[in-house]
């Protein structure tokens, strides 16, 4: 791993990544190709350390051209596709986006990788290649409270437009590996949470609608069960399987750490109550509103993540009370990264309907 290509490097668990890595590898450069759509911004790495070893390249993972561009100049020998239309909601309101950016855009990417791995192959010795596509537990549908968690051999089961659109680049994926044995790994990882993670997603939402005293909007009875990871943890697994991971393998990424949406909601009240107590002294758990529930609402997640433990050696490191209490300070740290992502117009209108626009939502 020379010349490292990410993609979506601008967004909430690319940022982090490249901060992992710069970190980690300096030796490493790295090109961060990101599209800027409403959840990329640039705000979210302008803390890096000045690096020759780093750039940021504006452009779109569907553009072949300038990925042919980059790949050639910068030689690069790893791919981390991080790229993609993120939010469950999102894709319920416009399926269309997530097809063009999670599967067109991840296929334009396979080819791209594919023409210079094997252009790489004929000229400087291309075995040293690998294409790294970023993925997620709910390609495997949701889980009864009974059912054992999902393995790497789980079926693939995919029930909103976004989980479809993610297990069908997971599938292309593979098939470049079986068809054309381009070098590649995939990981599915669970909610992560942690710094720099957009205000649409649960865990800010309620810590960012708590600090200024706003209704935490709860789906449905809210209890609904995740598997919450911290990003730094997610990190550094895929550090780990880009070091050691087996060439065409899947690894299931987790924290074993399962609790529903209302126990999250309720940590997230008490750790602010400790560090900020409002001038009351009335408990956050008040400002909790069940609104109604996201359709097709997925029950359960939860990832068996044996696989990666007994091969790479990787388990999460940071509890979920610790990791809470580390990104609540975050936030209260950041009010300015927070005012700065959430003053666009599309963010105001995006809440709006989470609170009042549902059918809208739902179309
Ligand atoms: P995010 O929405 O915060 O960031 C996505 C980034 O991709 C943004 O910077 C955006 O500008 C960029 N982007 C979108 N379309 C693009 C395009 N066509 N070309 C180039 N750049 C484009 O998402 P995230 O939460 O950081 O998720 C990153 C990846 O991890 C995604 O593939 C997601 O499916 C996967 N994942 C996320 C989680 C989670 O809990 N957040 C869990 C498992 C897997
Ligand atoms: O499981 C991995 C996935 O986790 C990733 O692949 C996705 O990119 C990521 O967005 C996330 O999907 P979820 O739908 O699980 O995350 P979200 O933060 O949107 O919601 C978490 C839970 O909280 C879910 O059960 C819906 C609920 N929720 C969410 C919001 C935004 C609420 O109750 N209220 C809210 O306002």
Redesign the pocket.
């Known amino acids: 791993m020379k010349n490292l290509l990410i993609t979506g490097g601008a967004g909430f668990i690319g940022s982090n990544f490249i901060r992992h890595i710069l970190q980690l590898k300096p030796d490493v450069f790295i090109t961060n190709l990101d599209a800027l759509t409403y959840a990329g911004n640039l705000v979210n790495l302008s803390d890096l350390p000045d690096s020759a070893n780093y750039e940021f390249v504006h452009g779109n993972i569907n553009d072949t051209k300038l990925l042919k561009t980059i790949f050639n100049d910068k030689k690069i020998d790893t791919v981390v596709n991080f790229a993609a239309e993120?939010?469950?909601?999102r894709s319920i309101l416009n399926p269309a986006a997530f097809v063009e950016t999670n599967i067109l855009g991840t296929y334009s990417l396979l080819n791209v990788a594919h023409e210079a791995w094997k252009h790489r192959m004929n000229s400087v010795g291309g075995e040293e290649f690998r294409f790294h596509h970023i993925s997620?537990?709910?390609v495997y549908g949701s889980l009864q409270p009974d059912d054992t968690p999902f393995n790497e051999y789980s079926r693939y089961d995919p029930r909103s437009p976004?989980s479809a659109s993610?297990a069908s680049s997971d599938h292309l994926v593979r098939a470049y590996h079986h068809t054309y044995h381009l070098p590649i790994t995939i990981t599915n990882?669970?909610?992560n949470y942690g710094p720099y993670q957009h205000p649409?997603?649960?865990?800010p939402?309620m810590i960012i609608n708590a600090i200024q005293g706003k209704r935490l909007?709860?789906?449905g009875d809210?209890l609904?069960v995740?598997d919450w990871i911290h990003v730094s943890d997610h990190c550094e697994a895929i550090y780990r399987v880009l070091l050691n991971g087996l060439n065409g393998a899947t690894y299931n990424l987790g924290s074993g750490s399962e609790h529903t949406?209302l126990e999250i909601a309720g940590l997230i009240c008490d750790t602010l109550d400790t560090l900020l107590p409002n001038s009351v002294g009335e408990s956050r758990q008040k400002l909790l509103q069940h609104i109604p529930d996201?359709p097709g609402?997925d029950r359960r997640?939860a990832m068996d993540i044996t696989f990666v433990k007994e091969n790479l050696g990787w388990q999460p490191a940071i509890s979920l009370t610790d990791g809470i209490m580390q990104t609540v300070k975050w936030y209260l740290e950041h009010i300015h990264w927070i005012e700065e992502i959430t003053k666009n117009a599309d963010f105001s209108r995006w809440v709006q309907l989470?609170y009042d626009g549902r059918d809208e939502r739902t179309i």
């Open positions: 993120s939010h469950v909601d997620t537990d709910e976004y993610k990882c669970s909610n649409e997603k649960f865990i939402m909007p709860i789906y809210g609904q995740r949406n996201r609402h997640y989470n």
